[in-house]
Nanobody, 123 residues
């Protein structure tokens, strides 16, 4: 089970850190991803991290501004979001992939999803 939290309302240029708490003993074996969905749009890939945390990837739209990380001892995934823009406004979801090492940039790659947390960036 995954639970995302940490969203909120922030002005453009500001920062937020999202967290995703996972239950169970297998968190450290899963590839983990962040996706987002804006109103009227499809869910899109944001970032992914390997089980050990050594391999990360980002969508071009967030590269250089967002940083994904994880703490396997705490069963928690993070997304640090800096220099936020109004276009970053969306519901953000965390997801777990039982296949540890693959690009994982599509929704269908993931087995488990959190409930989402709203991020709103005002201009």
């Amino acid at each position: 089970q995954l639970q995302a939290y940490g969203g909120g309302l922030v002005q453009a240029g500001g920062s937020l850190r999202l967290s995703c708490a996972a239950s169970g003993r297998t968190f450290s074996t899963y590839g983990m991803g962040w996706f987002r969905q804006a109103p009227g749009k499809e869910r899109e890939f944001v970032s992914r991290i390997s089980p050990s945390g050594t391999i990360t990837s980002y969508a071009d739209s967030v590269k250089g501004r967002f940083t994904v990380s994880r703490d396997n001892a705490k069963n928690t995934l993070y997304l640090q979001m800096n220099s936020l823009k109004p276009d970053d406004t969306a519901v953000y979801y965390c997801a777990a992939d039982r296949v540890a090492l693959r690009p994982g940039r599509v929704v269908s790659a993931y087995d488990y999803w959190g409930q989402g947390t709203q991020v709103t960036v005002s201009s």
